[in-house]
């Protein structure tokens, strides 16, 4: 990330880590809302339907594997958690076994990065990111109660969150929350990653630059930005329970169990502006780079968090109808 001054020098940080963790939705500065709003449905996940069939437990032992082939080259798709225990254990036998002579191991297109240098303008959005707060002077009594609770638990006071902004207000509480409860979405990714390399195998990675997306980033209604903020103090209010459940489901192949796992911020990205274009790209790229691995002969490893593996028009539906072949883990 580049910023020039007057930016504080603590706020390229934080701002990298809300952009790692929110994707497009990490930048935005927008008015708060009012202090009570009217309850609003929760928003739709782009990844709810799945495609039935593809939600098969795995025979092998570790996590579940999908395969897609072609006349000489079979690509091996691992679906991962997009939210998972830092340094989880799972049985590694069967992607060792793969990853020797693999032509390519293609990581999660999940990477982004925000690139604003030279904008004055949005130098001083950023700002306004920080400015405002505490957050927590704005909420209605009962909300307060439940997030000055919560905070304290997670050893955080109130200039902690110095934003008048609900969506940044939940951004950095899912990032305490996953920190203080040793979560993260770069696991099992960053592991690969070393075992890739130690093997000499090439790795792939893809990053994509928020800054042409700021302008439509800024216009997200406060009111999307406080049903997150909820979705987000309710998750982090019930624990890490779920989501260690559904990581142990996913290491022993358990699919259905595995796609238990919590979503409730990244169901909010899908209705912040610019979050459906980001999760479309994502799939099509994915897609896309499966299916240049095809054009090699051999194999390859490709990993692909979960829902969007198995959605309907989600990654593995594409390449189906595209002509290729789709093998579930119940097919090894």
Known sequence: ????????????RVLKRIAALTLVAALAAVPAVAQTPAPAPLPDDPDATLV???????????????????????????????LAPKRMEWDRAIFERRLQGANVVILPFVNVRAKVGGSVGTAFNLLRLRSGGPFEDRLDPATRARFVAVRTRLGQDAKHYPTSNPLAAGVQLAIDYRDRSELTNMDPAKLVRLLAQRQRVKVVEKSYDLGPQLSGILRTPASTGRICFDEVLSQAEAGPGVTRAAARAWAVGDVEGA???????????????????????TKADTAAAIAGALKQPGHAIVLVPLRPLLAQNGVLERLRKQGLTVKTPGEE
């Open 52 to 82: 039935e069939e593809l939600v098969v437990r795995g025979r092998l032992p570790g996590p579940a594997w999908w395969r897609v082939t072609d006349a000489d080259t079979t690509v091996y798709v691992l679906g991962v958690p997009s």
């Open 259 to 281: 796609l238990q796992n919590e979503r409730t911020y990244e169901r909010c990205l899908a209705v912040i502006s610019g979050g459906r274009t980001y999760d479309e790209r």
């Open 1 to 12: 990330m580049f910023l020039h001054s007057p930016i504080p020098r603590s706020l390229p």
